[in-house]
T-cell receptor
Framework: NAGVMQNPRHLVRRRGQEARLRCSPMKGHSHVYWYRQLPEEGLKFMVY????????ESGMPKERFSAEFPKEGPSILRIQQVVRGDSAAYFC?????????????FGPGTRLTVL | KQEVTQIPAALSVPEGENLVLNCSFTDSAIYNLQWFRQDPGKGLTSLLLIQSSQREQTSGRLNASLDKSSGRSTLYIAASQPGDSATYLC???????????FGTGTLLAVQP
C-alpha cells in the first residue's frame, strides 16, 4: 500500500510563473490537507478538502492560491504569479473517513523555490 | 485560538543521556496529539500519536505523555543516540476539521 505521494519533489519557478503541486492520497483516503513550511518557520495549515469539496480554507492566502481535489486524480495546490515569499516546503496529508483516531499521513513534500 | 509552544527551542546532549521535550497548548479541547520527527530538508516522520482519552504512548525508546487538563505533553527519549538528532515537532488535532496545529519544534543534537 503506497503512502501519500507528492510531485514534483522539487520545483523551481521564476517570479510571475505558475506553480502546480500534486498530492495523491493513500488508497481509500478521501480527505486531504495541505500545509506550508516557510523557511525557519513552523508548519501552518492551509486548506482541507474532501473529494470535489473545499471544507476549510481558513489558512489559504486570499490571493493567488487555490486548491482542488477532483473526483478523479490527485489534489492540486495551484499558486499563480509566484513571488519569492512563496518559496517553502508544501506538505500534503491524507486520512481515511471514519477512521477512529483521524490520523493524518504525510507525503514527502514539494520544495518550491522561486527565483 | 489554539497555540502550541515547544520548549526548549534547541537542545544539545551527549550520547546516552535521557531527555525530555516539552509541548504545551492553550486550548485543552483537542482531539489527538502527535509527535513527529523532521530531518533537515526532509519530510515528517510520525513518532507517536496519543488520542485524547489516552495518557501515554510508547514506542521503543520513546514515550509520550498527555495531560489535557494542564495543556501539556512530553516526549521522553531514553538512551539518546546521534541518530536521534533532528527537529521534533508536536502537533494537536483540533477544531471541527481536525486540522493539525504545529509547534515550532525542538532542534535536538546528540553529540557522540
Amino acid at each position: 500500500n503506497a503512502g501519500v505521494m507528492q510531485n514534483p519533489r522539487h520545483l523551481v519557478r521564476r517570479r510571475g510563473q505558475e506553480a502546480r503541486l500534486r498530492c495523491s492520497p493513500m488508497k481509500g483516503h478521501s480527505h486531504v490537507y495541505w500545509y506550508r513550511q516557510l523557511p525557519e518557520e513552523g508548519l501552518k495549515f492551509m486548506v482541507y478538502l474532501q473529494k470535489e469539496n473545499i471544507i476549510d480554507e481558513s489558512g489559504m492566502p486570499k490571493e493567488r492560491f487555490s486548491a482542488e481535489f477532483p473526483k478523479e486524480g490527485p489534489s492540486i495546490l495551484r499558486i499563480q504569479q509566484v513571488v519569492r515569499g512563496d518559496s517553502a516546503a508544501y506538505f500534503c496529508a491524507s486520512r481515511k473517513p471514519g477512521q477512529a483516531n483521524n490520523e493524518q499521513f504525510f507525503g514527502p513534500g514539494t520544495r518550491l523555490t522561486v527565483l | 485560538k489554539q497555540e502550541v509552544t515547544q520548549i526548549p527551542a534547541a537542545l544539545s546532549v551527549p550520547e546516552g543521556e535521557n531527555l525530555v521535550l516539552n509541548c504545551s497548548f492553550t486550548d485543552s479541547a483537542i482531539y489527538n496529539l502527535q509527535w513527529f520527527r523532521q530531518d533537515p530538508g526532509k519530510g515528517l516522520t510520525s513518532l507517536l500519536l496519543i488520542q485524547s482519552s489516552q495518557r501515554e504512548q510508547t514506542s521503543g525508546r520513546l514515550n509520550a505523555s498527555l495531560d489535557k487538563s494542564s495543556g501539556r505533553s512530553t516526549l521522553y527519549i531514553a538512551a539518546s543516540q546521534p541518530g536521534d538528532s533532528a527537529t521534533y515537532l508536536c502537533a494537536v488535532y483540533g477544531g471541527a476539521t481536525n486540522k493539525l496545529i504545529f509547534g515550532t519544534g525542538t532542534l535536538l543534537a546528540v553529540q557522540p
